[in-house]
């Protein structure tokens, strides 16, 4: 495998009797009983540098993360931060020497609120009510909305991001990790993000970014290490680099290119009509007048900013809320607004919620025994669980969807993020469902995996299954929907066809902006047809 060397003139940070590098690793190994997550890694981060780690899922990306913040403790190697060897033995030490974290899994106390939960990583000496107030500015500043006095436990998973990100900047560091920051974010919103970063980096700020989108780091990074297999096995300068080059480095190939083959649609298999839902608590969206529906054969998409009523729909959708009207959600042509998640499923729906850890998995169960949330075949008529056909099934999967994996009966916990992604989506594809509902489907999935799991979607629409995907990654629904909505505000827009759908209008349909456009796009339709009614040429206005 090959890598481009980066090269910096003379006199620049790094170079022998300049400034030192913000934060370099020698020989970093961290071994676990079934895996060594890193060996022999070497990194060096210079000042205002924007630094990519990328690697495929299980690459041990976010391990060295986590050892460079404190919360792992390496089994060999030293890390160097401002030239001076550092013993950082946790995240306590970490921030005070100036490093921040922003992780994948969040580490929030869902009972507090979000200003409570930013005051226990900042010095005390600052009062609840000054970081409320610092948050409020950081939000409008950043253009990531959020209100300091919600409990954790009523954000939806994009907010809680927002959270991180916030906590982080609030520290003033010198080394900031992001760990997939965009996962949930609107293109505009990535866009001020990056202007953030970039600001930063250029008041001497380092930057750590982890991210599988290969696009974002070449706007962004200027210089990149590749791990696969828990070693470095190349350094580059990504915007030197395509996105294909940069697939090679990381695993070894460019991913499978997508076949989106048109195909008949079937029956509606899911009809939403008008449904319409309170909020569950006061931190909660309404869900006004939602109409829509998903025919077999079909992959239809919801974008959206999160936190605008995709959790209240999936709730409902899935059964976990029942209070909607009985014949405003409909399975298979049955009345299901009050039915449970297991009658549903009986109707053939299945569903992938956002939250791998807690809802999407049992985190201290194994991943056979994890089948069980969703499959009753493996229990006998006497109630008897029959191990051995549950993990012959979970290991199947395992295979079948790449999951790196001690076996089947390794913890959920004890998966990366996009592993544990894979098994979960995995675990409902393969039940071969007439509906499948999906959440975030790819979130913090490399691209290898991320293309397998899209082309696992498109095989179950071409085999006539309904699929619904909600995910706030509009390049991944350009990619895999017949028709798109926004939802804005617990209103959803008309659908659109994939092929009429731009990211400039889809954004702008996400702060809730449709009307005027549908009304202008039905006056052309209008013009359209009057003129060649007439038999005159159109002149587009």
Not at 91 to 97: G, H, S, T
Not at 175 to 191: K, M, N
Not at 451 to 466: F, K, V
Request: charged content about 20%.
């Amino acid at each position: 495998m090959s890598s481009t060397p980066i090269s910096r003139p003379p006199g620049t940070p790094g170079m022998s009797g300049a400034v030192p590098p913000r934060l370099q690793l020698v020989g970093i190994t961290k071994r676990y009983p079934a895996v060594v997550a890193n060996s022999d890694v070497a990194l060096t981060v210079q000042p205002g540098e924007i630094h990519a780690v990328l690697g495929e899922n299980g690459a041990g990306k976010s391990t060295l993360m986590k050892i460079i913040y404190g919360s792992v403790k390496p089994d060999e190697g030293s890390v160097h931060f401002n030239g001076q060897a550092v013993q950082v033995r946790n995240p306590q030490e970490a921030r005070a020497l100036g490093i921040a974290m922003v992780f994948q899994h969040f580490s929030l106390f869902d009972t507090l609120t979000v200003a409570e939960n930013v005051w226990l990583g900042l010095d005390k000496r600052i009062t609840l009510s000054e970081v409320t107030q610092r948050i409020t500015a950081k939000a409008s500043e950043y253009g990531l909305d959020i209100d300091p006095l919600r409990p954790v436990h009523t954000l939806s998973v994009g907010e809680m991001q927002r959270v991180e990100i916030i906590r982080a900047l609030l520290t003033n560091p010198k080394l900031l990790i992001l760990d997939e920051p965009t996962s949930v974010l609107t293109p505009q919103a990535v866009e001020k993000l990056f202007v953030v970063l970039r600001k930063l980096a250029s008041e001497g700020c380092s930057i750590l970014y982890i991210s599988h989108k290969l696009h974002e780091i070449r706007a962004l990074c200027t210089a990149c290490t590749v791990l696969r297999g828990g070693k470095v096995t190349g350094v580059c300068n990504p915007t030197e680099e395509s996105n294909a080059s940069l697939s090679r480095l990381m695993i070894g190939a460019e991913p499978p290119a997508l076949e989106h083959r048109a195909v008949q649609t079937g029956a509606t298999v899911l009809r939403v009509q008008g449904l319409s839902l309170p909020r569950a608590d006061q931190f909660g969206v309404d869900l006004i007048d939602l109409q829509f529906e998903v025919k077999a054969g079909e992959v239809v998409g919801i974008a959206g900013v999160s936190g605008n009523g995709q959790k209240e729909l999936l709730y409902a959708l899935s059964g976990e809320d029942q209070r909607a009207a009985p014949a405003s959600i409909q399975v298979a042509g049955k009345n299901a607004g009050r039915m449970g998640p297991g009658q549903r499923r009986a109707l053939g729906l299945h569903f992938v919620p956002e939250e791998r850890l807690g809802r999407g998995a049992v985190p201290t169960m194994g991943l056979a025994h994890n089948l069980l949330l969703t499959r009753t075949n493996a229990v006998s008529g006497s109630g008897w669980i029959q191990v051995g056909a549950l993990q012959k099934h979970a290991q199947s999967i395992i295979e079948r969807f790449h999951v790196k994996a001690g076996g089947p009966n390794s913890a959920a916990k004890s998966l990366s993020g996009g592993n544990l992604q894979k098994f979960i989506v995995g675990r409902e594809i393969d039940a071969n469902p007439t509906l499948l509902i999906v959440s975030q489907p790819t979130w913090g999935v490399d691209v290898g995996a991320a293309a397998q799991i899209r082309g696992e979607i498109l095989a179950l629409r071409d085999a006539g299954c309904a699929v619904l995907v909600v995910s706030e990654e509009l390049d991944e629904l350009f990619e895999i929907c017949d028709r798109l909505h926004v939802v804005a505000k617990g209103h959803l827009s008309p659908s659109v066809p994939r092929a009429e759908a731009t990211v400039e209008r889809i954004g702008e349909w996400m702060s809730g902006l449709w009307h005027a456009d549908v009304q202008a796009h039905l006056a052309r339709n209008r013009e359209q047809l009057a003129a060649l009614t007439q038999g005159v040429p159109h002149v587009p206005t």
